[in-house]
């Protein structure tokens, strides 16, 4: 694997969706999914579960997307940014995706969700409205575009941004010379921002 190279632009044959659930309201929520015709929801949360929007507690979230004829799938035991192994932390308690991205398990869980892909039209939830810092974007949706998967963040708002104008416009703010909050003054390992 080559962290952070992805095919260019012509070679994506494939799209897949990623949003964050926050705390917007269920019915919001299941619009967006109507909205991009997602049939399959791919829950990547390390913890599915939230005092402060219990409406996505994983059984909860799974019950109300299947009525709203949207399978549910739980991958957040092979892909959560959040792993309970304290080998997969730096010693400031950053998550080390590249160490997560070699294992087996996660692996076969990027294979297992690339399948889906292929099929289906799915969107990969997590918690955090903003992609920006949230693994789904920084872990997954790097390793998604190395396999030739396109990937379109869905915002709250019911706006999207692909991850190539995502970068884009980051690799803008960089040639600024202001440093994008993915990146230090030298090239840090493959880790979480916080």
């Known amino acids: ?7 260019p632009e012509s070679e994506f044959k494939y799209t897949a969706y990623t949003i964050g659930h926050s705390n917007i309201e269920i019915e919001q929520f299941l619009e967006l999914l109507k909205q991009h015709e997602i049939q399959i929801l791919v829950d990547v949360r390390s913890s599915p ?4 929007a219990v409406q996505y507690n994983r059984d909860n979230i799974e019950h109300l997307v299947e009525r709203a004829n949207v399978e549910y799938q739980f991958f957040g035991s092979v892909l959560g940014g959040k792993p309970s192994n304290p080998d997969f932390y730096d010693k400031d308690g950053r998550v080390l995706y590249g160490k997560i991205a070699e294992t087996e398990e996660f692996q076969d869980g990027i294979s297992h969700l690339v399948q889906l892909i292929r099929n289906y039209t799915v969107a990969i939830m997590c918690s955090e409205e903003n992609p920006a810092g949230c693994h789904r974007r920084l872990l ?3 390793v998604l575009m190395e396999h030739g998967i396109d990937v379109i963040h869905i915002r709250s708002d ?14 803008l703010e960089k040639d600024k010379g202001q440093l994008s909050m993915f990146e230090s003054k030298e090239q840090d390992e493959w880790k979480s921002i916080r």
């Open 1 to 7: 694997m080559n962290p952070g190279n992805s095919p």
């Open 49 to 52: 579960y939230s005092k402060f």
């Open 140 to 142: 997954i949706t790097r």
């Open 158 to 171: 019911g706006t999207t941004i692909s991850e190539r104008d995502l970068r884009e416009s980051e690799e």
